[in-house]
């Protein structure tokens, strides 16, 4: 059996609101008293992870005075330096503060979109200062419960219009950083604009600097949405946007639950890790997720430790898929090609459009053909399960 201890070429990282969570939820208060961002680095540094991100409250209150957000950057510092851990990602909240009660970016009150941009701008001035080069936008409160109180089309107008500017104010500070834009269908608003990775893929191919710009999938919110996770993240990947990516777990057609990753679908988590460690990702394996409600801290431990314990475990399972024999065997035959598509392969021509309007295909011969795909599934179940 293998060491699936987290190592930091693994870039394992957690948000400080993660481990930080104190159970908080819609029907009660909080059940864990509450941690410094100094404390979170320890308790991460102790469990193994490579990096923590950072919403900019999470690090500094909305009201610190600046004695009180210097000292906690100093305390923040020295825990990062103690134990070697570094600040990959940071991202503003953007849903907290009552004043977003109507959303930040699309809010129908120009203060509040103003406020919001000044916010951000001054959030990724923090995230920079710590050494961050991704930055998330995750609109939670982007959204509406009656679509009477604005037109979605301004909406999503005002969305671009605070993009187009924000990149620009990263050029002009010529800061290292790229965008990466986060989905979610619902929760905490009715409905929320962008709601898949999809459609923010649309999104951004509107926006002025689309190339600072990429996406952040969220397993939870692509599930609530009743998506395969991995088809929007190989999407995302295949067109060179997939900027970040936040793991976790969930059960379908339920609120957004942030479980520990894999704890729920593991085969759906099984062909992400095999997809993005088949394509050699080199982003943060970052897990958005929070521990159970029933836990104390050494629970958030046990949390923190399980995620990256599955993912490793799953990263074994991909290259063990990937050497065995007879699943090998069968891909083999089942992708076999013998070569006489090959003159319509490839780039239009007439010659070949006009070959292959008078090719000739045996549809009852080619679909008699059975693929063996059951036989396939029942050793990737095997694999899963420790049976092969
Ligand atoms: C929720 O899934 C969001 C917030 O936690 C944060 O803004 C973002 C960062 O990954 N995910
Ligand atoms: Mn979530
Ligand atoms: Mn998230």
């Not at 924000?166 to 290292?176: H, I, S, T």
């Not at 704890?263 to 890790?273: E, G, P, Q, T």
Request: proline share 5%; net charge negative.
């Amino acid at each position: 059996m293998s060491d699936f201890t987290p190592k930091p070429e693994h870039k394992f990282t957690f948000g400080l609101w993660t481990v930080g969570s104190t159970g908080r939820d819609p029907f009660g208060g909080p059940v864990r008293s509450p941690k410094s961002p100094a404390e979170l680095v320890y308790l991460l540094g102790e469990v193994g992870a490579y990096g923590v991100n950072f919403h900019d409250n999470d690090l500094i209150p909305i009201d610190a005075t600046p004695a009180e957000a210097a000292a906690i950057k100093k305390d923040f510092r020295k825990a990062l330096a103690d134990m070697g851990l570094v600040v990959p990602m940071a991202t503003t909240n953007l849903f907290g503060d009552p004043i977003f009660k109507d959303g930040a970016f699309t809010s129908n009150d120009p203060k509040v979109r103003s406020y919001a941009l000044q916010k951000t701008m001054r959030s990724i001035d923090l995230g920079v200062e710590f050494g961050a080069k991704i930055y998330v936008f995750w609109g939670g409160r982007e959204g509406t419960e009656t679509d009477s109180s604005k037109n979605a089309a301004l909406a999503i107008r005002r969305n671009r219009e605070a993009m187009d500017f924000l990149c620009e104010y990263v050029l002009d500070q010529g800061y290292d950083l790229k965008l990466a834009l986060e989905a979610k269908p619902n929760e905490p608003r009715g409905d929320i604009y962008n709601p898949t990775t999809g459609h923010m893929l649309a999104f951004i191919s509107t926006l002025a600097h689309p190339e600072m710009v990429g996406v952040n999938p969220e397993v939870a919110h692509e599930h609530m949405a009743g998506i395969n996770f991995m088809h929007g993240v190989a999407q995302a990947w295949e067109s060179g946007k997939l900027f970040h990516i936040d793991l976790n777990d969930q059960y379908p057609g339920r609120y957004d639950q942030d479980l520990r990753f894999g704890s729920r679908d593991i085969k759906a988590a099984f062909y992400l890790v095999k997809f993005l460690e088949d394509v050699h990702y080199d982003g943060s394996r970052h897990f958005d997720a929070h521990a159970y409600r029933t836990e104390d801290y050494e629970g958030v431990k046990d949390f923190a430790r399980g995620c990256m314990r599955t993912y490793l475990i799953l990263k074994e399972k991909a290259a063990q898929f990937n050497q065995d024999a007879e699943i090998q065997a069968l891909l083999a035959e089942i992708n076999a090609d013998d070569g006489s598509m090959a003159p319509f392969a490839g780039k239009y021509t007439p010659q070949k459009a006009a070959a292959l309007k008078e090719q000739a295909f045996d549809r009852q011969a080619i679909s008699a053909r059975g693929l063996r795909y059951e036989r396939l599934d029942q050793l990737t179940i095997d694999l899963l399960l420790g049976a092969r």
